[in-house]
């Protein structure tokens, strides 16, 4: 059984950064590809990004592209995302999910078998 917890979540203003992390306890972490997803206010979950297990491929989301970047340390069992140039729009709880599924490009919600409690952003002035 794998856990997830993500941190690193507040309010910003937009223009502002922030780095979200998804730490992993349980399962053999470097067999897992890790997706971060996002539902904002009255929104479904859309994805924003993934890190493959295996050959470390990524994919971002169109609205994450050149602004946000993920990256993960096998050794600590996290995964990060960094989030810059952040927009009102980017508002909403930022969740990771993990599984031993292949990455693929916008994959949907619920793809992966294990997913965290999730992260509040809130980008307002």
């Known amino acids: 059984q794998v856990q997830l917890v993500e941190s690193g979540g507040g309010w910003v203003q937009p223009g502002g950064s922030l780095k979200l992390t998804c730490a992993a306890s349980?399962?053999?972490?470097?067999?897992?590809?890790i997706g971060w997803f996002r539902q904002g206010p009255g929104k479904e979950r859309e994805f924003v990004a993934t890190?493959?297990?295996?050959?470390?491929?990524?994919f971002y989301s169109d609205a994450a592209k050149g602004r946000f970047f993920i990256s993960r340390d096998n050794g600590k069992k996290m995964v990060y995302l960094q989030m810059n140039s952040l927009k009102p729009n980017d508002t909403g709880v930022y969740y990771c999910?993990?599984?031993?599924?292949?990455?693929?490009?916008?994959?949907?919600?619920?793809?992966?078998?294990?997913w965290g409690q999730g992260a509040q952003v809130i980008v307002s002035s």
């Open positions: 890190i493959d297990w295996q050959d470390r491929t990524i």
């Open positions: 349980g399962g053999t972490f470097s067999t897992l590809t």
């Open positions: 999910e993990a599984g031993s599924e292949k990455a693929i490009m916008n994959p949907p919600p619920g793809r992966y078998r294990y």
